[in-house]
């Protein structure tokens, strides 16, 4: 399946919606880490409704509009989209994480505990990497000017040391949060 399939299961998991108020709701959820072009919505949305994961759950009509065709998730929704949060990721994927995290909701905390540890350690060499690299390329060099292209490389590998470090501190807050079940 796609990732945009899950997307909207993460959405009907918590709430029967039309495709419309899908629409909405990645606007102001989803939209901060994926993004989806519009025309994605009601083709996928067919799909899912074809494979059992989606039903209608109604048709809502107002005066002259034409009928909002509201759907749920299925049972086989919900259990495909928790078997997806546990499966592993390609590594820099970071997205597709953070979207499974959306709907982290649904998994026991202790499974959940689990990805976040092997999240943090991949995370934490990465960020080990980097600050070496950073050291080594220092170090070819006494003072590197904006004209000079490590100073470009040095500039996005320290980007990325602020990137590992905030990810590898927000999941061990994530760690904190699940074992003590409040947030």
């Not at 495909?80 to 949060?85: P, Q």
């Not at 003072?143 to 320290?158: G, K, M």
């Amino acid at each position: 399946m796609s990732t945009i399939q899950y997307v909207l299961l993460s959405l009907l998991a918590r709430e029967p919606l039309s495709g419309y108020d899908m629409k909405q709701q990645m606007d102001g959820r989803i939209n901060l880490f994926y993004k989806i072009n519009n025309n994605q919505l009601y083709p996928v949305l067919s799909k899912l409704e074809a494979e059992g994961l989606v039903e209608l759950q109604s048709h809502e009509r107002e005066s002259y509009r034409p009928a909002r065709k509201v759907y749920r998730i299925t049972e086989s929704g919900v259990e495909k989209l928790k078997a997806w949060v546990l499966e592993p990721i390609e590594p820099g994927a970071w997205d597709e994480f953070i979207l499974k995290q959306y709907s982290s909701w649904l998994v026991e905390p202790d499974k959940m505990i689990a990805l976040l540890e092997d999240k943090k350690l991949e995370h934490q060499s990465r960020l080990h990497d980097y600050i070496e690299k950073v050291a080594a390329l220092r170090a070819q060099h006494e003072r590197l000017t904006s004209d000079h292209p490590l100073f470009s490389s040095i500039a996005v590998v320290e980007m990325g040391i602020g990137f590992e470090r905030s990810y590898t501190e927000w999941c061990e807050a994530m760690i904190g949060r699940l074992k003590e079940n409040q947030i």
